[in-house]
């Protein structure tokens, strides 16, 4: 009787063993899951960044076509794997607002809030993941700069140079004078 206990008593002990060592594994694959559809979902979120950045290197204004491709643009090495749901939306309509920090401090630009949401599904297993994010894009007129310029810019002046508006390049800035180069705004460059 008390080996036919102690063998009951061990047969429970297994038991339990046997099912919180499945729990676990079930945990752990669904952790993998969960972690690889956040991951897929934060890339379907960048390439919708990237591409809508990429509107405004040919117009200042995205239309219906342009967001529709944002939309629409899906991550193609993961399309096998997930669903994907991509939307982009404008939140707040265009104002004129005064920049601050210190590359644009002073300056005005037209602002408009943009959301872009992701929801990334994973079809075997049906785990969803939505990611979320909110910006502005600012646009500054290019009016309120004395210079600006794309690429890299140089300053080589022969006499004296004197200047009194705000200079920007996108690129370098190489600045050398022999007779003196005065800059009386601010100087900004990207590079």
Request: aromatic share 10%.
């Amino acid at each position: 009787v008390i080996a036919l206990l102690i063998l009951v008593l061990l047969t429970g002990f297994v038991a339990l063993a046997v099912t919180r060592t499945t729990n676990e594994t079930i945990a752990t694959s669904n952790d993998a899951t969960e972690s690889k559809t956040f991951a897929a979902s934060q890339a379907s979120l960048e390439i919708m960044t990237r591409n809508f950045d990429k509107i405004f290197e040919e117009k200042l204004i995205p239309n219906e076509d342009d967001l529709e491709k944002v939309e629409t643009n899906k991550p193609p090495e993961l399309t096998e794997q997930y669903d994907f749901v991509q939307t982009i939306t404008q939140t707040k309509n265009t104002e004129v607002v005064d920049m601050s920090g210190q590359l644009f401090q002073g300056l005005k630009a037209l602002r408009d809030e943009w959301r872009i949401d992701s929801t990334a599904n994973e079809k075997s297993s049906g785990v969803q993941v939505a990611l979320r994010r909110q910006f502005y894009n600012n646009r500054i007129p290019i009016f309120q700069f004395g210079i600006f310029y794309n690429d890299d810019l140089e300053f080589h002046p022969g006499p004296r140079f004197d200047f009194g508006g705000r200079v920007h390049s996108n690129g370098n800035l190489f600045m050398m004078a022999g007779t003196g180069l005065y800059f009386s705004s601010r100087v900004s460059a990207v590079g």
